[in-house]
């Protein structure tokens, strides 16, 4: 061993005696431990050197890489310093990052959850008397979240309330007095890639290839005024998805929006890309028109169609024939029925043979009708959204079950609401059209590689 090396030897030795007075701080073995490891590492320091035995100890500084280190002093919230017995880093961290939460039940106030807590009356009425923020805390509701953290006597130190998604009311307590902050939480998307080939159905080939129920109903409702996924979808039809996972805090929140998505039906292929236009975020084709379409193809869901358009149906109560002049979709009772398209409500009333029935007048001469409802949300004269809730289905006026009859009139001539092309929203554009090629070209290249890793994964 070289000179230099049994001099840090003898420093670490020296070192190790020392320790050896603070007996109250660690037991006898895992000292004895500790000082053992203390001389082998300064064996091996002494053993690394490669200078020669005339350069002194005092001649040669060696840098260690060693973690950062927190002072074992906590700055209090007034600016003091809260000193604790245990110098240990990870106790420190531990007990200032733990929060006690507490999740609102029934009829259960924040007065009540402070006694709960053992917190003052005095706290409490602290915090109500800061801002409109703390204010709102008297109505509070089932399910919200509280997070507390407390001094060693017991007392309030912090409170934490999610305000939103993105934001915490943040309550720090000095002992005296307390203050708000807004505390912005930590969101981050990240996208995903995903596929499936539907064998019986589609949200059972969405489950398989990871897709929560909310997001297999967005992929329907993206191609929804294309493919009927009630009556259209055939085994073997495939979907290539990319879409967003959303993260706060760290931990898994929920799923985002689609950001691309392709669908391929009786070998028929339909894409949809998503893209911010003016204020607004819709999907396109690649060609650059909207997914969206003036009309819904179908106003509700629904089981199945109990009687398609027919001019020459028998009806199954008057026992004759009289054309059918719309489709009968069967729904539970109570299923939302939808306005197919913008428009006015012309008539909304009940009669004999059509029960609650709502009647819609739409641009470019276009008039829906929907008829035996079990009760109206509408009234005549009033203006309705596409997507908005008109009544909700029954089987009032000549029904046998409940179902939802709808009517598509076009210049006056009914059409088969199944078949009849449904006109799209205006196109993009000059600059708006190239700015959408130049965002969609990743998203459908990786959308053409997804495909393509399918056909290789196939046997």
């Not at 950062?68 to 604790?84: F, P, V």
């Not at 720090?172 to 890639?193: D, K």
């Not at 076009?410 to 090629?437: C, I, K």
Request: glycine share 8%.
């Amino acid at each position: 061993m070289s000179t230099h090396g049994v001099k840090i030897t003898r420093v670490f030795s020296s070192l190790a005696g020392r320790i050896l007075h603070y007996r109250g701080q660690l037991t006898r073995t895992r000292l004895y431990l500790f000082t053992v490891t203390l001389i082998v590492f300064g064996l091996a320091l002494g053993g690394l050197d490669s200078h020669t035995e005339d350069e002194t100890i005092t001649g040669k500084v060696m840098l260690l890489s060693l973690p950062n280190r927190h002072d074992s002093g906590l700055s209090r919230i007034d600016g003091s310093l809260e000193t604790t017995g245990d110098n240990s880093v990870a106790s420190i961290s531990a007990e200032f990052d733990q929060w006690d939460r507490v999740t609102v039940t029934a009829g259960q106030s924040l007065d009540a959850i402070f006694r709960q807590q053992g917190f003052s009356a005095a706290s409490l009425q602290q915090v109500m008397a800061l801002n409109k923020e703390t204010s709102q805390l008297r109505k509070i509701r089932p399910g919200d979240q509280f997070a507390f953290q407390r001094y060693t006597d017991g007392s309030l130190r912090r409170m934490r309330y999610a305000l939103d998604e993105t934001h915490y009311l943040l309550i720090e307590h000095n002992g005296r007095q307390a203050y708000a902050s807004i505390e912005t939480r930590e969101i981050f998307t990240e996208a995903r890639e995903t596929s499936g080939t539907i064998t019986s159905s589609l949200f059972l080939a969405g489950k398989q290839a990871g897709l929560s129920d909310n997001m297999v109903m967005k992929l329907a409702n993206l191609f929804g005024w294309d493919i009927d996924f009630v009556l259209d979808i055939r085994a073997g039809d495939r979907f290539f998805l990319i879409y967003e996972k959303i993260y706060r805090d760290g931990n898994f929140l929920r799923d985002g929006e689609i950001i691309g998505a392709t669908f391929i039906n009786r070998d028929e292929k339909f894409q949809a890309v998503r893209f911010h236009t003016g204020d607004m975020t819709q999907y396109f084709a690649p060609n650059g028109h909207t997914m969206h379409k003036s009309f819904l193809r179908a106003p509700l869901s629904f089981s199945y169609i109990s009687s398609n358009f027919n001019p020459k149906r028998f009806h199954p109560i008057l026992k004759r024939v009289k054309a059918h002049k719309g489709i009968d979709y069967r729904a539970p009772r109570g299923t939302p029925v939808l306005a197919a398209g913008e428009g006015r409500v012309i008539r909304s009333a009940y009669s004999k043979n059509n029960g609650h029935h709502v009647i819609i007048q739409h641009a470019n001469n276009v008039v829906t009708k929907y008829l035996h409802f079990t009760n109206r949300k509408v009234k005549q004269g009033q203006r309705v959204e596409q997507g908005e809730v008109i009544g909700y289905v029954g089987s009032t006026g000549l029904a046998e079950a409940p179902h939802l009859h709808y009517e598509f009139i076009l210049n006056g001539v009914h059409r088969n609401p199944r078949t009849v092309d449904l006109p799209a929203a205006e196109p993009l554009d000059g600059t708006r059209l190239s700015d959408f090629h130049q965002a969609a070209a990743p998203v459908l290249t990786r959308l053409s590689h997804l495909e393509a890793a399918s056909m290789y994964a196939s046997p």
